[in-house]
């Protein structure tokens, strides 16, 4: 058990009503879960203060290599005033794998768990309640030994932040078109693909102001050695609907284990479709798009919980997938998941936990 000691702030800010339109990470709550650790003594003195600048050195060490980790997940109101976190445990072990991978010491489940608890029950009251609206829990770590040589840092601070988020589609769920990157990579094998660090993201950011630029609003990404299999989305993992299969690139070690991924896999087995997590490659998804055999695309990931994709784009070609629109089974996902993370629906044991 974590002693956290609170304090409060004296100066609350207001928090937005529901006539006010929320975005993503834009807004952040009145406090922030802080805890630091040191060498010999592992993490020390977790508190929840008011939310605030940080004072680090300029030769911090998460300046200069980027030893930092991060996650994401969600807090809901129930309708009966329940506050909700969508499989925790999931994002939990997920931070301490990452934490394995870039030499970070890992934190203790049930301290994680705790402190998740804390801070999101002391800023309850900035949970929206507006359909699609949510709580996004930001944990992150970084290595703060001020020291340019390059090894693991000796220090941290392991930080949660709040932000209110609005509907990722504000007019109810969207296709996206997506392009199909040809010529960067984000991730590969033995790299930090399978890890929730900000390296992979400075990593894609070219690829996304190309693909912006085109008119796309996300990039599917190929192996990064032969450029030939389907690897993820931008933030998101990727599902197909093949012939009535559900096929998604298998976890090779440079892609993302995604929460919204596992949720997907479990819910179309239990309702009977056989899912293949295998190797996909661009090749094969773009015949079966032409040749009609390709039902449904749809990103999966805690931001929007599912993104329906219309429209891909590989070189010169452009494939619509069907009509362009929702797929049957995309909308029964965004409706299954988003009811089970707001008690509506009784989802598998354990994957809504409430706050206490
Ligand atoms: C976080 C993330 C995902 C989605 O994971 P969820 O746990 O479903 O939110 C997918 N790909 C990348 C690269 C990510 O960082």
């Given at each position: 058990?974590?002693?956290?000691?609170?304090?409060?702030?004296a100066?609350p800010?207001p928090?937005?009503?529901?006539?006010?339109?929320?975005?993503?990470?834009?807004?952040?709550?009145?406090?922030?879960?802080?805890m630091?650790?040191?060498?010999?003594?592992?993490?020390?003195?977790?508190?929840?203060?008011?939310?605030?600048?940080?004072?680090?050195?300029p030769?911090?060490?998460?300046?200069?290599?980027?030893?930092?980790?991060?996650?994401?997940l969600?807090?809901?109101k129930?309708?009966d005033?329940?506050?909700?976190?969508?499989?925790p445990?999931?994002n939990?072990?997920?931070?301490n794998?990452?934490?394995?991978?870039?030499?970070?010491?890992?934190?203790?489940?049930?301290?994680f768990?705790?402190?998740?608890?804390?801070?999101?029950?002391?800023?309850q009251?900035?949970?929206?309640?507006?359909?699609?609206?949510?709580?996004y829990?930001?944990?992150?770590?970084?290595?703060?030994?001020p020291?340019?040589?390059?090894?693991?840092?000796?220090?941290?601070?392991?930080?949660?932040?709040?932000?209110?988020?609005?509907?990722?589609?504000?007019?109810?769920?969207?296709p996206?078109k997506i392009?199909i990157?040809?010529?960067?990579?984000?991730?590969?094998?033995?790299?930090?693909?399978?890890?929730?660090?900000?390296?992979?993201?400075?990593?894609?950011?070219?690829?996304?102001?190309?693909?912006?630029?085109?008119?796309?609003?996300?990039?599917?990404?190929?192996?990064?050695?032969?450029?030939?299999?389907?690897?993820?989305?931008?933030?998101?993992?990727?599902?197909?609907?093949?012939?009535?299969?559900?096929?998604?690139?298998?976890?090779?070690g440079?892609?993302?284990?995604?929460?919204?991924?596992?949720?997907?896999?479990?819910?179309c087995?239990?309702w009977?479709?056989?899912v293949?997590?295998r190797?996909i490659?661009a090749?094969e998804?773009?015949?079966?798009a032409?040749?009609?055999?390709?039902?449904e695309?749809?990103?999966s990931?805690?931001?929007?919980?599912?993104?329906p994709?219309?429209?891909?784009?590989?070189?010169?070609t452009?494939v619509?997938?069907?009509?362009?629109?929702?797929?049957?089974?995309?909308q029964?996902?965004y409706?299954?998941?988003?009811?089970?993370?707001?008690g509506?629906?009784?989802?598998?044991?354990?994957?809504?936990?409430?706050?206490?």
């Open positions: 058990m974590l002693n956290i000691r609170i304090e409060k702030t100066n800010k928090i937005p009503g529901p006539e006010n339109p929320l975005t993503f990470g834009t807004i952040f709550t009145d406090h922030m879960f802080i630091d650790y040191e060498e010999g003594k592992g993490w020390i003195d977790p508190r929840i203060v008011p939310y605030g600048p940080l004072e680090l050195m030769s911090a060490m998460v300046f200069h290599y980027g030893q930092e980790m991060f996650e994401g969600k807090a809901y129930a309708d005033g329940r506050v909700l976190l969508f499989r445990d999931c939990i072990k997920r931070a794998d990452t934490n394995e991978r870039i030499c970070i010491p890992t934190i203790p489940e049930e301290d768990m705790q402190a998740l608890n804390e801070i999101v029950k002391i800023d009251a900035w949970i929206p309640t507006k359909p699609g609206t949510s709580l829990i930001r944990p992150f770590i970084i290595a703060t030994d020291f340019l040589g390059v090894r693991p840092s000796n220090t941290y601070k392991f930080i949660i932040i709040l932000s209110p988020v609005g509907a990722y589609y504000p007019e109810g769920l969207n996206v392009w990157e040809d010529e960067y990579v984000r991730a590969v094998r033995g790299g930090l693909g399978e890890a929730k660090a900000g390296a992979n993201y400075v990593a894609s950011l070219k690829a996304q102001v190309k693909a912006h630029d085109a008119g796309y609003s996300q990039v599917l990404w190929l192996d990064g050695v032969e450029r030939k299999y389907i690897e993820e989305v931008g933030a998101m993992n990727i599902f197909f609907k093949i012939n009535g299969t559900v096929v998604t690139p298998m976890l090779n440079s892609i993302l284990p995604g929460v919204t991924r596992r949720s997907c896999i479990e819910l087995k239990q009977g479709y056989p293949e997590e190797r490659s090749e998804l773009l015949k079966a032409l040749d009609g055999s390709l039902e695309v749809w990103g990931g805690t931001a929007a919980v599912i993104s994709v219309g429209h891909l784009r590989e070189g010169d452009v619509q997938i069907k009509d362009g629109g929702i797929g049957e089974l995309s029964k996902l409706d299954t998941i988003t009811g089970i993370q707001l509506r629906i009784e989802g598998p044991k354990g994957w809504v936990v409430e706050v206490k």
